[in-house]
C-alpha cells in the first residue's frame, strides 16, 4: 500500500512518514523542492510539487492508495487543500487522513481554522473515506523558546491562565499512521490531546523548576502581542495567530478526560506529556 504525504518534510508530516514506515507502508511525499541532506528516511519516494499546481498534484497521486493531508498555514490554506482532496477523489483515493485542528467549530473567526472547517465539511460531504485528526497546541512549538526561557528568563506565549489542550506531534503522527494502515477509522474524528492541559503560569513554574531560576509568564496583551509578532512575521499571519490566542483566552480550548482516554484506546499507551516534553528539553539544553 502506497500513501502520499504532504507536508512530509515539516514537523507532523515527518513523523508521520516514520510512523508509516515503522507500519511497512510504502510512502511518498510531496514537496516543493528537494529535501536538504538526509531529510527524508531512505526508501521514501519524493514527488516534486505543488498544493496549488493540480497538475503536479496528479502526478504525485499517481499510483497512490492513501493520502496524509497536511496544509501548512498559508493564505492560500484552503485552496491548497480542496485541490489535493478534489484531484485525490477523482482519482479513486482509498482514504484521506486529514490533519485539522481541536475544537474547529468554535473558531470559525479565526483564518487558519476556518479554511480546517470547510475542507472538514468538504470531507464529510463526498463519500470518500476519510478520519479527521484535531490536536491541540503543539508541544513541540516550545522547542523553539530557548532564548526566552534560558536566555531572558521568560515564557512569552499568550495561552492564557485557563488551561488549554497540548499535543504531542508524536502522538498526532502515530494517529495518522494508525488511521492509515488499520482499519475501522473511516468517518471517525479524533482528538489529539496530552494528559493534562498546560497554561502560561503553569508552564512559567515547570521551566523555573527545570532550569534553576525564575521564569516570568509575560501574560497576554493581545495588542502588543500582535504588533510585535508584525515584525516577526508576515502581517496576516500575526493577525491570525492573535485572534486563535485570544479565542483560546475568551472561549476556552480545554481537553476532557474522555478525549485523553479515547486517544488512549486508539493509540494504546496514555499520551505524551507536556512535562516530559519539558524534562527532556531543559536536560538537552543542559547538555
Ligand atoms: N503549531 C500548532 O500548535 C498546531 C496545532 C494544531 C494544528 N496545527 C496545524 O499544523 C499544520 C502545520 O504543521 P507542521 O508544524 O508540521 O508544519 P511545517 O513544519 O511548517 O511544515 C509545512 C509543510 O508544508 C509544506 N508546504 C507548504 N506549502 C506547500 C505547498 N504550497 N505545496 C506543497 N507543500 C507545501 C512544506 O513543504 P516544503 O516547504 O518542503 O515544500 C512543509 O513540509 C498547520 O495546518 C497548522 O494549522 C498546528
Known amino acids: 500500500m502506497k500513501i502520499l504525504v504532504t507536508g512530509g518534510t515539516g514537523n507532523v508530516g515527518g513523523a508521520v512518514v516514520t510512523e508509516l514506515l515503522k507500519r511497512g507502508a510504502e510512502v511518498r511525499v ?156 473511516d468517518g471517525q474524528t479524533y482528538d489529539i490531546v496530552a494528559p493534562a492541559t498546560i497554561s502560561g503560569p503553569s508552564n512559567a513554574a515547570m521551566w523555573s523548576k527545570l532550569l534553576g531560576r525564575e521564569i516570568k509568564y509575560t501574560g497576554h496583551n493581545f495588542d502588543q502581542w500582535e504588533q510585535t509578532m508584525r515584525s516577526r512575521m508576515p502581517s496576516w499571519s500575526a493577525y491570525d495567530l492573535r485572534m486563535m490566542f485570544q479565542g483560546y483566552f475568551d472561549r476556552g480550548f480545554e481537553s476532557t478526560e474522555t478525549e485523553v482516554a479515547r486517544l488512549t484506546k486508539l493509540l494504546g499507551h496514555t499520551p505524551r506529556s507536556y512535562e516530559d516534553f519539558a524534562a527532556q528539553t531543559a536536560a538537552m539544553w543542559k547538555a
Not at 79 to 99: C, D, E, F, P, S
Open 30 to 185: 510531496l514537496a516543493r523542492k528537494q529535501p536538504e541532506g538526509d531529510k527524508l528516511p531512505a526508501g521514501v519516494e519524493l514527488a516534486i510539487g505543488d498544493l496549488l499546481d493540480p497538475g503536479s498534484v496528479e502526478q504525485a497521486l499517481q499510483g497512490v492508495d492513501k493520502l496524509f493531508l497536511l496544509n501548512a498555514v498559508a493564505t492560500d490554506e484552503l485552496t491548497q487543500a480542496l485541490i489535493a482532496y478534489g484531484v485525490a477523489k477523482r482519482m479513486g483515493i482509498n482514504h484521506v487522513t486529514y490533519l485539522s485542528v481541536f475544537k474547529v467549530d468554535q473558531f470559525r473567526d479565526v483564518p487558519h481554522f476556518a479554511s480546517k472547517l470547510a475542507v472538514e465539511s468538504a470531507l464529510r460531504e463526498f463519500g470518500v473515506s476519510y478520519t479527521i485528526l484535531r490536536p491541540g497546541y503543539y508541544i513541540q512549538n516550545d522547542l523553539h523558546l530557548k532564548d526566552a526561557l534560558v536566555g531572558a528568563g521568560v515564557y512569552p506565549m499568550p495561552i492564557g491562565t485557563a488551561g488549554i489542550a497540548a499535543a504531542d506531534v508524536r502522538d498526532i503522527a502515530e494517529a495518522a499512521a494508525i488511521s492509515l494502515t488499520e482499519d475501522g477509522h
